[in-house]
């Protein structure tokens, strides 16, 4: 059973920044190299949204709202997927999740592509 757990949330100001880290485990490491991996967020009272993906590859897709001030990143070799939130805006406010999947029929952007989730990680921005 694969597990994902996400830590690095918090409440930061406006501006800020924070490191939002995923631990996969109950995976082989043959099978997390394949994995297209996402970080989706999901605000109070809005539709969950993916906000950056790193494909098997090493390529890398964001979002607008994310582009230049949100990195993806992953360590096969740690079973491990890292978000880089900078510059961050009241905006920005939302449980984060990691998911990780193949991406089929809806790719890998599409919470419908994934396979895996955890169960998030919240972060609070204060204007």
């Known amino acids: 059973q694969v597990q994902l757990v996400e830590t690095g949330g918090g409440a930061v100001q406006a501006g800020g920044s924070l490191r939002l880290a995923c631990a996969a485990s109950g995976v082989s490491l043959s099978a997390f190299r394949q994995y297209c991996m996402t970080w989706f967020r999901q605000a109070p009272g809005k539709v969950r949204e993916g906000v950056a993906t790193?494909?098997?590859?090493?390529?890398?897709e964001y979002t607008t709202s994310a582009q230049g001030r949100f990195t993806i990143s992953r360590d096969n070799a740690n079973y491990s997927l890292y978000l880089e939130l900078t510059n961050l805006k009241p905006e920005d406010t939302a449980m984060y999740y990691c998911?990780?999947?193949?991406?089929?029929?809806?790719?890998?952007?599409?919470?419908?592509?994934?396979?895996?989730w955890g169960k998030g990680t919240l972060v609070t921005i204060s204007s």
């Open positions: 998911a990780a999947g193949l991406g089929r029929e809806y790719g890998c952007g599409d919470a419908r592509g994934m396979d895996h």
């Open positions: 790193i494909f098997s590859t090493g390529t890398t």
